[in-house]
């Protein structure tokens, strides 16, 4: 019996190369869940456009969360706990967005180390998974400055690795033909 090498040319999938602040949830099951937001939070586009609930005011205009400083919308007075945190630098992210609604207060005494501050939004949203989904839906209501500067990056680097898999082929090929 001969034994035939069969080249096998491994093409390496290239890992889905996700920019920073891709969100992972589900934006369609998110806008049900804003729901549980829009009694205190509206998201309004620059323009003006009222993109997702009604009338609340009680919380800021969550537009464009993904990237933008904490504590950072123009005319919100905030609480002094979330103004130190963005004081301090900090910027929506997935993973802090997370924390954050979890347990707000909670988010910003960890963060800011101080065991006294207070968050204003009363409001919790211990579901991890609700609140993937509503960060997805904000996302999905907004570019996000973040994602938008990674996204290019992103696929720059994607690209040539999907290329390099087809010329593995003729060289893998090559070595089998040697073999008589
Ligand atoms: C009962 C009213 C209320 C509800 C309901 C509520 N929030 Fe808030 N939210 C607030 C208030 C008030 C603040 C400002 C907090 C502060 O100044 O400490 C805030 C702040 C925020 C911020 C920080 C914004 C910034 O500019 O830094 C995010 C993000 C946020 N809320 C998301 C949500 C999401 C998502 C939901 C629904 C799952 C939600 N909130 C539900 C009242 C609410």
């Not at 869940?33 to 009222?50: I, L, R, S």
């Not at 979890?102 to 910003?108: H, L, S, V, W, Y």
């Not at 290019?152 to 040697?178: N, R, S």
Request: proline share 8%; hydrophobic share 45%.
């Amino acid at each position: 019996m001969r034994l035939t090498l069969t080249a096998v040319a491994l093409a390496f999938a290239a890992a889905p190369v996700l920019a920073q602040d891709a969100p992972t949830g589900d934006a369609a099951a998110g806008a049900k869940v804003f729901n549980k937001c829009q009694t205190c939070h509206m998201v309004v586009a620059p323009d003006g456009t009222v993109l997702a609930g009604k009338a609340g005011k009680t919380g800021p205009n969550l537009y464009g969360i993904n990237g933008r400083p904490a504590a950072s919308y123009p005319d919100f007075a905030y609480g002094d706990g979330l103004k130190e945190l963005g004081a301090a630098g900090e910027v929506w992210n997935e993973a802090d967005f997370l924390q954050y609604v979890a347990d707000p207060t909670k988010f910003i005494k960890t963060k800011t180390g101080d065991t006294k501050a207070k968050g204003k939004m009363t409001f919790k949203l211990p579901n991890e998974k609700e609140a993937h989904d509503v960060w997805a839906f904000l996302n999905s209501l907004a570019p996000a400055p973040a994602a938008a500067e990674a996204a290019p990056a992103a696929d720059a680097a994607a690209a040539p690795a999907a290329d390099a898999a087809p010329a593995a082929e003729p060289a893998a090929e090559g070595a089998a033909t040697t073999n008589p």
